[in-house]
């Protein structure tokens, strides 16, 4: 259960990140407020909503790879887990060395 609220939230995040990304202007959108534009009296204050996104979109960004590295922590565990259940050899035991053919009396033989 708990997998799946963070994989819920992970998706929120990446969607958040994506529509920040695309909202923000770019750095040659502002060049108008030197020349009087008027955009000095936004909402945001004079640099209008540049710092604040700046901001939001990084503390998106911050939480996106911590929900990111969380399942994959998890996804490792819970893969362990289920080859230990089924006994799968090549997950929990390590593999042995076979040497298919022998000069001497042409036998096979696995090396321990």
Request: glycine content about 14%; aromatic content about 10%; charged content about 10%.
């Amino acid at each position: 259960m708990g997998i799946q609220i963070i994989l819920i939230f992970h998706v929120f995040m990446a969607v958040c990140l994506i529509g920040l990304v695309l909202i923000q202007q770019g750095k040659g959108a502002t060049a108008g407020v030197a020349f009087g534009s008027g955009a000095s009296g936004t909402v945001f204050g004079s640099r209008g909503s540049r710092g604040f996104l700046y901001k939001l979109t990084g503390f998106f960004a911050v939480a996106f790879f911590v929900t990111s590295i969380t399942l994959t922590y998890f996804a490792s565990h819970s893969a362990k887990d289920a080859a230990e259940e089924a006994d799968i050899p090549g997950l929990t035991a390590p593999v042995t060395q076979v040497h298919l053919a022998d000069p001497g009396n042409g036998s096979i033989k696995p090396e321990i």
